[in-house]
Nanobody
Framework: VQLQASGGGLVQAGGSLRLSCAGS????????MGWFRQAPGKEREFVAG????????SYADSVKGRFTISRDNTKNTVSLQMNSLKPVDTAVYYC???????????????????WGQGTLVTVSS
């Protein structure tokens, strides 16, 4: 079972990036999926989450109105569209799956069971 994140890179402040995460080895269509990030010297933090159907989403206050999470269960993928990027958004971004929940989006990394390898997003000023 694997989650593979991609789409990171270097972008100027105000720019956009789209991260993608593809699942393999099992379907995640019945699970909450999330994106987290970890900046150097900081703890991993919740960025966005989406319930099994895509009908409910949740965002960290710091990214509300700028980031959009979505999923395509036919492709076993989840994406994060990031607009109006700021230097403070610089971090390694991880996708994750909660194998135990369909509806409740948990903010704690420890509640997620499967993790992608991370993709680096660097926003220059």
């Amino acid at each position: 079972v694997q989650l593979q994140a991609s789409g990171g890179g270097l972008v100027q402040a105000g720019g956009s990036l789209r991260l993608s995460c593809a699942g393999s080895g099992r379907t995640f269509s019945n699970n909450v999926m999330g994106w987290f990030r970890q900046a150097p010297g900081k703890e991993r933090e919740f960025v966005a989450g989406i319930n099994y159907s895509g009908g409910r989403t949740s965002y960290a206050d710091s990214v509300k109105g700028r980031f959009t999470i979505s999923r395509d269960n036919t492709k076993n993928t989840v994406s994060l569209q990031m607009n109006s990027l700021k230097p403070v958004d610089t971090a390694v971004y991880y996708c994750a799956a909660d194998a135990h929940r369909m509806y409740l989006i948990n903010f704690e990394p420890d509640e997620y069971d499967y993790w992608g390898q991370g993709t680096l997003v660097t926003v220059s000023s």
